[in-house]
């Protein structure tokens, strides 16, 4: 399993508009692509949002970074104070839980 951290520096007061935006017209890009398992926001108005998404390998995440990372980009510049940094990981160790937005573990 590989994973992508992407971290967003958000303008103030933006971080939840960059958040709706990525739910509303990212993710189901990102449903269909190949190899595609699991997609994790972590939003904060003062720390921005940083998005790890999981892949079946590293041939299937770099796919979707040249072939359509750029528009994801593109679509959130204007509420952004730079381009965002992506990070590259094998994954260790996993322990899946259902965990849904504003609940505790």
Known sequence: MFVRLVEV???PGKAKEVCNMLHDKV?????????F?????????AEGIRA????????????????DYAKVSELIQHLVHSKPKVHAFDVETSTCHKIAKGLAA
């Not at 790890?52 to 072939?67: G, V």
């Open 9 to 11: 520096m958000t303008k």
């Open 37 to 45: 398992v699991d997609e994790i926001v972590l939003v904060s108005e």
């Open 52 to 67: 790890l998404s999981f892949w079946k390998t590293r041939e299937d995440s770099e796919r979707y970074s040249h072939e």
């Open 27 to 35: 993710l189901s890009t990102l449903k269909a692509q190949p190899g």
